[in-house]
């Protein structure tokens, strides 16, 4: 097939250039003879052509393609799309994928034990359900990137949480609220911890996920739970609890 090159490249106009400097490494280009005046080149594949350059443009596709060629795996077991990611990298997904879990399996029993008739703090028990379908969402969305990367998600052990929640002086509300809040820190310092892993092995495409999907997300469910801890701490465990549970079972309602 021949490939045709506009008269627009001044260079491939002058004469000089025509006849001594192919288009490409390995083309050659001559002038177009067919008497239509056009003064168009017709570029073509030669043999032997001079591998000299056009003004120091090099274009050799099909020699940077094989470098890539040859990292393609032919086992089936291996993954197709996997391109520098490191197995440190790998680990550390399934480990955050675990801490994801075991803290949405630890919300999922607060609303449990908020839920319970002689319990009946729908406001909270609505919180915490809410809680814990957003880090079952994490973990399915670090699952998802997982396999996204080539990489392969192992499912660890998730720890049976506690399914009482009342306490002598804090009362139920105030301390599942500063549980939430230390789970919510622990969470963020593991997907730091993952940040970390990603920059030390040059992955900035896991840097970016990380930082994009989670981190500002992270600072941010903190700073709620730290106002909610504070507000309850200031009313303490009587009636005022069941007033703070109003409010976030109305919580959105108005939007």
Not at 76 to 84: H, Y
Not at 173 to 182: K, P
């Amino acid at each position: 097939m021949l490939l045709k090159a506009s008269p627009a490249f001044s260079l491939l106009k002058n004469p000089t250039v025509e006849n001594r400097v192919p288009l490409f490494s390995s083309l050659s280009c001559l002038k177009n003879r067919s008497g239509s005046g056009s003064g168009s080149v017709v570029v073509y594949a030669a043999k032997g052509a001079t591998s000299k350059p056009l003004t120091s443009v090099i274009f050799e596709p099909f020699e940077e393609v094989k470098k890539e060629f040859d990292l393609v795996p032919s086992l089936p077991q291996v993954s197709l799309a996997r391109q520098k990611y490191s197995d440190e990298c790998e680990a550390a997904i399934n480990e955050q994928i675990n801490v994801e879990y075991n803290v949405s399996y630890v919300y999922h029993a607060m609303f449990a034990y908020f839920n319970r008739d002689n319990v009946a703090l729908k406001g909270l028990a609505k919180f915490f359900k809410e809680s814990s379908l957003e880090e079952r969402e994490h973990a399915e969305k670090l699952m998802e990137y997982q396999n996204k990367r080539g990489g392969k998600v192992k499912l660890q052990s998730i720890l049976m949480p506690l399914s009482e929640f009342d306490h002598v002086e804090k009362g139920d509300a105030l301390y599942a609220m500063e549980l939430a809040l230390s789970l919510e820190k622990l969470t963020n310092e593991k997907l730091l911890n993952l940040h970390g892993v990603a920059e030390r092995n040059h992955d900035v495409q896991l840097t970016d996920f990380i930082e994009g999907e989670y981190l500002a997300e992270q600072v941010e469910a903190i700073k709620k739970i730290s106002e909610y801890v504070a507000q309850l701490r200031r009313v303490g465990k009587g009636h005022g609890v069941w007033h703070f549970d109003q409010m976030l079972l109305h919580e959105g309602a108005a939007a």
